[in-house]
C-alpha cells in the first residue's frame, strides 16, 4: 500500500541561523511516520512571504499533508499564514471564529484586544480555525483540492498540544489503515562498512521495511551499531513480524562475523 505523503513546512529565521534548534519538525516527523504518512520533505524557510509561498505551493503540488510551524503570533515577522495564503491565492481576512478565540484569550487575562492581536485572528479565506489550548494565536486548516495544509504555532508546547487535540483526529480520518512499529537492536564489535552489504540485502527483502543504521563511536576498536527497523501492516503483530525478519537477517549474519547482539524490543 503506497503511503499518502506529508511535508512538513518550518518558518523562522532563528531556525535558520541557529538560535533555536528544530525539535518541532522531529516530533511532527515521527507523529506522522506512525501514522502511516510517508514524510518527504522537511523544509526550513525563513519569516518572508514570497520564501513560504514558493515553499507551501510546492509541498500542495506533491503531498496530501503540509504543516507549517511557527510565524503565527502578533509581530512583524510572524507572515506564514500570508504566505499560505499568497501560494495558494486567496484573501487573507479575519476569522470570526479565530477572533472569538483570541478575544476569549485575552479577556480571560484582563486584556483588550489590539490590531497586533486581532492580526492572529486573519486566516485565508475558507481556513477552518484551531484552537490553541495553551497559547493565544489559533492555527488554520485549509483543504484545497487533493491537499490539507495545517498550519500551527512553533511554540512546541502549543504546537504539540494543538496537534494532539484538534489535528491528529483529523489525520487519523485520511491516513491508510496501517500499524508502524520500529524495532531496535544494537551489534557490537563489527565495523558498519562490513554490515553494509548485510543491511543492504535486508532492506531490499521487503517493501514494507525501513532499516536504518546508526554508528556510535568508532568504525574500528569497539563499534557499536544501533539497527533500527520500521516496519508498517495491517496490523501491530504483522508489522513486529515484519520487522524482525528483516533483523533477524541482519543479526545472523553479524553473527557470522563475530557481533554480538542485544535486543531493545519495539515500539
Known sequence: ??????????????????????????WLGRKLTFLGFEVERIVTVPDNIEDIAEEVKRAVERAKIVITTGGLGPTYDDRTLEGVAKALSLELAVNDDALEMVRRFYNAKGLELTPH???????????????NPIGAAPGALLKVGGSMIISLPGVPSEMKAMFEAEVEPVLKEVAPRLEVVECTIRVHGVPE????????????????????????GYETGNPIITIKALASAENKPKAIEEAMRSLKYIVDGARKLGASISEEGCS
Open 1 to 26: 500500500m503506497e503511503k499518502p505523503k506529508a511535508w512538513i513546512i518550518s518558518v523562522g529565521n532563528e531556525l535558520l541561523i541557529g538560535r533555536t534548534i528544530n525539535t518541532n519538525a522531529a
Open 117 to 131: 492581536r486581532v492580526k492572529m485572528a486573519m486566516l485565508p479565506r475558507g481556513a477552518r480555525p484551531l484552537k
Open 193 to 216: 562498512s562490513s554490515l553494509a552489504p548485510i543491511i543492504d540485502k535486508a532492506h531490499k527483502a521487503s517493501e514494507r521495511v525501513y532499516i536504518k543504521s546508526h554508528p556510535e
